[in-house]
């Protein structure tokens, strides 16, 4: 595991950016196609806006991405909080990938009928051993959460579905998520993680006890791909290196 600490969110979002653009050159020297898992929230939103910028717009080779989210709020995708609408919004309405090559939740389904589809999405694609994914990209909530996999759900511990849907009571929503053994699977798991609030779940998440129904970041471990945490000094201070 790694742990990259950079100064402010602004240079965060550079050292992000800088890493995925490297990640897709190097992988595709090696293979035609380059598979990323996006995810939502507040803190891709700068990343986003700089990969829809020069340099980073003309450096990577769109075309070639084939693109999914980690996780989607049960809302419209033009609902202000849906992960897919803020990807379109920050990044995919300004570059060049397929809308074929562009996999959404399909949140205008019922929760579970959504879950099934994108299970079915992602047989399709990666075939029946799974997915491996090139890069997920995970951010982490103040409360630890990843993914859609919050504190004291039972999803957290889901070794079998590839894909859940449920209903979040402290948020009143329903949720949609890709499960902890099929991201594990990916050659890298990059979080990116910043701001103060971080700062005690980011320390309990790397350096306390494994506690996954308090810290569900925790149950992140790729089994053969790397780990990186991309974090601003602020999530970082109460390191101890
Ligand atoms: O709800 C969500 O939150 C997490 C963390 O978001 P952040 O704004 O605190 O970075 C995000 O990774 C996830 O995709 C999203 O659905």
Redesign the pocket.
């Known amino acids: 595991m790694q742990v990259i600490v950079k100064k402010n969110p602004a240079d965060l979002a550079k050292a992000a950016a800088d890493f995925i653009a490297k990640r897709i050159k190097d992988v595709l020297k090696k293979q035609d196609r380059f598979t990323i898992a996006l ?6 939103k700068a990343l986003h806006e700089l990969l829809a910028k020069s340099p980073y717009v003309d450096q990577i080779p769109w075309l070639q991405l084939h693109i999914f989210w ?4 049960y809302v419209p995708i033009d609902d202000e909080q849906s ?1 897919a609408g803020m990807a379109y919004d920050t990044l995919l309405g300004h570059v060049y990938t397929p809308e074929s090559q562009i996999h959404v939740w399909r949140t205008e389904l019922e929760p579970d009928a959504a879950a099934a589809d994108y299970d079915r999405i992602l047989h399709e694609y990666f075939g029946e051993t799974g997915p491996t994914f090139d890069l997920v990209l ?5 409360d630890g ?4 996999l919050f504190p004291g759900t039972e999803v957290v511990h889901e070794q079998t579905a590839w894909t859940k849907a449920y209903f979040l009571t402290q948020q009143d929503m329903y ?1 949609l998520t890709l499960t902890a053994p099929i991201v594990n699977r990916a050659a890298c798991v990059a979080f ?3 701001g103060p609030k ?1 700062a005690e779940p980011l320390k309990e998440v790397l350096e306390g006890t494994y506690q996954p129904d308090k810290y569900p970041s925790q149950v992140i471990k790729p089994q053969d791909g790397e780990l990186v945490w991309l974090v601003d000094q602020q999530a970082a201070r109460l390191l101890s290196q």
């Open positions: 995810s939502g929230g507040s803190t891709p980690g996780d989607e709020r992960n995970l951010g982490m909530g103040d959460h990843t993914l859609s949720r990116l993680v910043a971080k």
